[in-house]
């Protein structure tokens, strides 16, 4: 049996528990660039254990919905960043913790333009883009030792429009 989700807009007050929605909203903080270009500035907060931040390139594969939610994982010593390169939305998964394992999943949809910095330690869902290319800027902890752990339900989610 495969409990169902219901996917939401993502906004800022939804997603404020588990991380930053990263998007161009009120007016720019600065004008740079011979008066040509916006700066909104400091958007997300990157928060590491140890390492460094590193910015790497993701290719995911398309999904559609309904979208079956088997697993989420998290990374306890970064933050991690995903900022799509093209125009498309994508599917957002997060869970409050609940004593070291998850609590139940809440799914969102981003608009485009949106991007999402989870928290150190938050479990989210993984990549999980709704169009091609499924190309996303990913900025998180490099470092030594595994910055990663799963959780795998019991009985899946199936998240629906």
């Not at 008066?35 to 907060?45: E, K, S």
């Not at 499924?134 to 899946?156: C, K, M, T, Y």
């Amino acid at each position: 049996m495969r409990v169902p989700i219901r996917l939401e807009p993502l906004t800022v007050e939804a997603f404020q528990p588990f991380g930053d929605v990263i998007e161009v909203t009120g007016a720019p903080d600065k004008i740079i660039n011979q008066g040509l270009c916006g700066r909104f500035h400091d958007r997300a907060t990157f928060d590491f254990s140890d390492g460094r931040a590193g910015l790497s390139l993701f290719k995911a594969e398309p999904r559609a919905l309904p979208l079956t939610l088997e697993m989420v994982e998290r990374h306890p010593d970064g933050s991690q960043a995903f900022i799509p390169m093209s125009e498309h939305a994508f599917v957002v998964v997060v869970a409050p913790d609940q004593n070291g394992t998850p609590g139940r999943p809440l799914a969102f949809r981003t608009k485009i333009g949106q991007a999402v910095n989870y928290h150190r330690g938050t479990w989210h869902g993984v990549l999980a883009p709704l169009h091609e290319p499924g190309l996303f800027a990913v900025i998180d902890r490099i470092g030594s030792g595994s910055n990663l752990e799963e959780h795998w339900f019991h009985a899946p989610f199936v998240i629906e429009a």
